[in-house]
Nanobody
Framework: QVQLVESGGGLVQAGGSLRLSCAASGFALDYYAIGWFRQAPGKEREGVSCIRSSDGGTYYADSVKGRFTISKDNANKTVYLQMNSLKPEDTAVYYC????????????????WGKGTLVTVSS
């Protein structure tokens, strides 16, 4: 069955870096867009980044542009989110999700979600 497992979260000081991993199984990563989302305490879930399999195109929320980079390794069925210059406002649980299509990146396109990994950025 389809599974997504996030890892790589942790506690980091402001200005530091983390790399999140999303290990996918039960489907071919080549054919579906994968998104990263986050939810901070008391806030709604928001889209952070996405990578389309249709053309390799990427999306970033304005709040993370220039700091975060999404990539994927189809052979190892893993999607990464490199997070640099982290800020306290990046503190959240980060989730990866699989799209129903090769190109859909918004929340309503996602049909499977991981359980999340916590990122805490101290000031």
């Amino acid at each position: 069955q389809v599974q997504l497992v996030e890892s790589g979260g942790g506690l980091v000081q402001a200005g530091g870096s983390l790399r999140l991993s999303c290990a996918a199984s039960g489907f071919a990563l080549d054919y579906y867009a994968i998104g990263w989302f986050r939810q901070a305490p008391g806030k709604e879930r928001e889209g952070v980044s996405c990578i389309r399999s249709s053309d390799g195109g990427t999306y970033y929320a304005d709040s993370v542009k220039g700091r975060f980079t999404i990539s994927k390794d189809n052979a190892n069925k893993t999607v990464y989110l490199q997070m640099n210059s982290l800020k306290p406002e990046d503190t959240a649980v980060y989730y990866c999700a699989k799209s129903r299509r090769a190109y859909g990146c918004s929340t309503n396109w996602m049909d499977y979600w991981g359980k999340g990994t916590l990122v805490t950025v101290s000031s």
